[in-house]
């Protein structure tokens, strides 16, 4: 993946005159996200920013590049569309529930496409101190060399609460979702941290289901991925034949297990944890070595 988006790109938000799209839009500018443009059914101006009826008008009017949807679950795929079809680089979609094969075809559409989406559901990405794209809390978000990426939004709050307060930061936090179809998925993400300066870590939170995590290990090993990497794989305790939250969560054979992947990314040379505090402990304790010039920071 190459620089998909910048920490100023100029963002356009769908849905911003709905109720939740005009308290995350406000959120996001006193983040200081660049926000320079809305898209809804009627024009009008939110916290400053002018609305318009149709992305491709956004876009010609403002230079819009990125956009964060703010819309139902049914109206994600039109979103994506009008997204691809205006030009933008990326599209992030929030809302939990899109049909799998609304997502099948946005899947299809962008292959024809320069646009990257995160989604179907996610959080968000946050560049920590510069911008956020979505919803991740600011009390988990610092100025770091971590680069994060997880299924899971709620786990990824967590893990990195803990991870700040034990004086670990973020380069780029990304939420790429537990949907079964989606957008971008770990390995999609890796030539980024790769190159990317900032980044001198790789934390990856992953859960029990589905084969993206054997997947980013087949990846770390083709690429020979040269940072450390530590992985967190929830779901150890859940009992076999429950339904999980996650639409990704599904076991097939001996792959989606925690064992199958755990196995897979150690074979990869990754750190592999089930608890969360056990991870906070390695990485600060590794923090020496991926940060030469440092001590290494105490978990609180």
Known sequence: ????????VPVLVHGITGRI?????????EYGTNIV???????DRVEGVPVFRSTAEAVRATGARAAVAIV???????TIIDSIDAGLQLIVTVAEGVPVHDALRARQALRHSATRWIGASTPGLVF???SKLGFLPSVSIAPGDLGVMAKSGTLS???????VRAGLGQ??????GGDAVKGTRFADMLPYFATDPATRALVVLGEIGGNEEEELATALQATSFAKPVYALIAGSAAREGVTMGHAGALIHGNTGTVASKSAALQAAGAEVFTRIDDLVRAVAAGAGAFRPSQNPPVAA
């Open 1 to 8: 993946m190459s620089a998909f988006v910048t920490p100023d």
């Open 21 to 29: 799209g005009r308290r995350h839009t406000r959120n996001m500018l």
């Open 37 to 43: 443009a809305g898209v809804a059914a009627r024009e």
């Open 72 to 78: 139902p679950a049914l109206s994600v795929l039109e």
């Open 128 to 130: 920590p101190g510069k």
């Open 157 to 163: 709050y967590e893990v990195c609460h803990r991870l």
């Open 171 to 176: 380069s780029l936090w990304i939420g790429v």
